[in-house]
């Protein structure tokens, strides 16, 4: 009977144990992230830093030095194609063809472009525009073996509307190779969650009314309740210019070259990975209310969160599957 005790004590002690608290926070990708986790205490930030240093070392555009940058500059030849790489290429050529093109990472040329001259739309040269269309598509990226390759050599790739939800699911995966899965990963405002918080009640996540002005004045529309799931938002409410009094948002158009005309102010995007909430968010501020609408209707692997404006003001559309809450607690 003493034995069967000592054991029983071990196993509380246990539970108890792998059910401490700890957190890593940090600086990534012009952003800050915050790693929520519960395990037996280890003190994972030295790990997370150092996964989100390679993740970068492989998909970040602001590295010179980067694989992605490379591949842009056509010398990626004699180089071993990273499966991070080709992971967020699959996916967003996926995305690409599910949004009928609204989302495409080839716009690199483009983005710059429009960065470079402010996004002044009364301003733009109309023959520039067309002339870098010609290096925009998703179809010139092709599979080539077991390597991603492209047809026109003046392609190169933007992923930063993908890439930061990715990050959040390499350090998701990272947890759970450890038998860590109580945690909340968030990376910019991306989020994705896993079990329960300590008291077994799910995570709570906040969608921000989407305001002009400061991120410093933000506003919280609603929580969602956030169970093994990932969340996205993207939004151009902070982000436009008004020419005659049509909005453009910050948010490429790659059919079109131009900045998108939206009536969706914000778009959040509920899914299994934070790859695709992220892609898709930003496919549906070029698509607009009613295709994203109908979309989202289509599609049973996803929810989501439209806040869209009209003639008659502001409102808000959410999909069937969305568990929302009012805006007294969350955790992002």
Not at 31 to 44: A, E, K, M, P, R
Not at 97 to 111: H, K
Not at 208 to 216: Q, Y
Request: net charge negative; hydrophobic share 35%.
């Amino acid at each position: 009977m003493r034995n069967v005790l000592i054991f029983a004590a071990m196993l509380l002690l246990a539970a108890c144990s792998s059910q401490v608290r700890k957190e890593a926070t940090g600086f990534t990708q012009g952003t800050t992230y915050s790693v929520i986790y519960f395990n037996g205490g280890q003190d994972l930030q030295y790990q997370i830093d150092s996964l989100l240093l390679s993740f970068d070392r492989v998909l970040s555009t602001y590295q010179e030095s980067s694989y992605i940058s490379k591949w842009n500059r056509n010398e990626h030849s004699s180089l071993k194609q990273p499966q991070l790489f080709k992971e967020v290429l699959k996916r967003a050529l996926d995305i690409n063809e599910l949004s009928n093109g609204a989302f495409d990472i080839t716009v690199s040329p483009l983005m710059k472009y429009w960065f470079e001259n402010d996004w002044k739309v009364s301003q733009m040269d109309s023959a520039k525009v067309d002339s870098l269309m010609q290096f925009v598509g998703m179809k010139s990226v092709v599979l080539d073996g077991q390597d991603y390759e492209r047809t026109n050599p003046q392609t190169q790739l933007d992923v930063n509307a993908i890439a930061q939800g990715y990050s959040v699911d390499v350090l998701a995966r990272y947890l759970e190779s450890l038998g860590i899965f109580n945690y909340l990963v968030e990376i910019g405002g991306e989020v994705r969650t896993n079990g329960t918080k300590l008291n077994e009640e799910a995570w709570k996540v906040g969608i921000d009314v989407p305001k002009e002005g400061s991120s410093e004045n933000r506003e919280l529309a609603m929580s969602v309740d956030l169970n093994n799931k990932a969340l996205a938002t993207s939004g151009n409410y902070r982000k436009f210019v008004e020419i005659d009094g049509v909005k453009y948002g910050h948010s490429l158009n790659p059919i079109t070259g131009y900045p998108a005309k939206t009536d969706v102010l914000s778009a959040t995007i509920i899914a299994d990975d934070c790859m695709t909430a992220d892609a898709l968010a930003t496919a549906c501020m070029v698509m607009g209310f009613d295709d994203s609408k109908k979309l989202l209707l289509e599609q049973s692997d996803f929810e989501g969160v439209l806040i869209y404006s009209d003639s008659e003001g502001t409102h808000t559309w959410m999909s069937e599957g969305v568990k929302y809450n009012t805006v007294e607690s969350t955790d992002k």
